[in-house]
């Protein structure tokens, strides 16, 4: 996904267009009135596959950090900065001018604890845990991504700060949440990616 929204940004894309192929090729000319058959030697579909033919190795998770002293640019979340900058590496995270995607983990409590006090107690208790100082300070510190708390500030540096957004909710706002998609959407963002991948062969 996060490949299709670089390479439709990248195409001059707005975020509103990039979770929906209909959006999306209502935006980019090229692919308006476009078939499965021409959707394949789209610019879309070329652009990706450069996209993909300029990386050095494709991950499902997260980068290879081992790889980065052999990189100008990577396509990453923290967690593989965090590691390389851990064997002194000096990894920043950019903030490209077309714009970002992000993306938020989270915890959800469903129904099946409704009428069970003490599962439910449970639930909570660990999402007070997963919110707690300490384990904010981790996601820092170990997994190189944001945390979603403010009262942090006084155990952590100001570079960690400067450099995680925390507490910064302008910078928030520039970025783009992952929304769900359709199963056409779904369907066709798959099969462009899967081209991609085969033209590396």
């Known amino acids: 996904d996060c ?7 990248a195409l001059g894309a707005k975020y509103e267009a990039l979770y929906d192929i209909d959006s999306l090729a209502a935006a980019l000319d090229e692919l308006t009135n476009v078939g499965m058959a021409e959707l394949r030697n789209s610019p879309f579909q070329k652009r990706l ?6 990386a050095r190795s494709l991950w499902e998770g997260t980068a290879n950090p081992d790889e980065f002293d052999a990189l100008t640019y990577a396509a990453t979340w923290g967690y593989a900065v965090q590691m390389a900058n851990k064997r002194g590496l000096k990894w920043k995270m950019a903030n490209p001018a077309e714009g970002t995607t992000m993306w938020v983990d989270h915890w959800v409590i469903t129904y099946a604890v409704a009428n069970d006090p003490f599962k439910k107690k449970l639930c909570e208790e660990w999402i007070d845990y997963c919110l707690g100082k300490e384990l904010q300070i ?16 006084d155990a952590i540096t100001q570079d960690e700060i400067d450099t995680f957004h925390v507490g910064d909710n302008a910078y928030w706002r520039t970025m783009s949440l992952w929304q769900n998609q359709n199963g056409r959407t779904r369907s066709i963002y798959d099969m462009l990616w899967e081209n991609a991948v085969k033209s590396l062969r």
């Open 138 to 153: 981790g996601v820092i510190r170990n997994w190189g991504v944001s945390p979603v708390v403010t009262n942090i500030n």
């Open 49 to 54: 596959n450069t996209l993909a033919a300029n």
């Open 3 to 9: 490949n299709i929204y670089i390479t439709a940004l």
